[in-house]
């Protein structure tokens, strides 16, 4: 197991349904340690703090073993990691094979399985497709979220 990609990004105001809402989905990889704390990426952030972030959702990770899948669903060859507004792009660590509460330990970082995700319509704003919110949750494709256990620091390359 992984990290293929660590994908950071602020959250930015952008267009939608005749208005302007602010969205932290924007995510791009960076190279280099990355500190991770309690509430997740120190480069990161979601505008959405009711429904995203917190102490159970630090870190989202999504599979990378998904995006060929998707790319085909979506008849799109532009799939990059960071695309589904992930913090962690991994291969080997999919969702049937975690529970809640399996720990893992991602370069100093340990993390604690928490819940997976529930998409909101600003997955349908980054892809650009509205209906791809609940064939996303149909999927059962949806990634999985983490709680922080012990702060440190993480990088794309480390192992699972």
Known sequence: MKIISVNVGMPLPVEWNGGTVLTGIFKSPVTGPQTVGFA?????????LANHGGRDKAVYLY????????????DRDELRPGQFGENLTSTGLLEDAVHVGDRFRI???????????????K???RI??????KRFLDSGRTGIYFRVIEPGQLQDGDTV
């Open 123 to 125: 997955l349908g704003i």
């Open 128 to 133: 650009g497709d509205p209906a791809i919110v």
């Open 63 to 74: 599979p990378h073993e998904h995006y060929p899948w998707w790319a085909g669903q979506l």
């Open 107 to 121: 370069g100093s970082v340990v993390v604690e399985a928490t819940q997976p995700r529930i998409p909101c319509f």
């Open 40 to 48: 997740g990426f120190a480069a990161d952030g979601q505008a959405d």
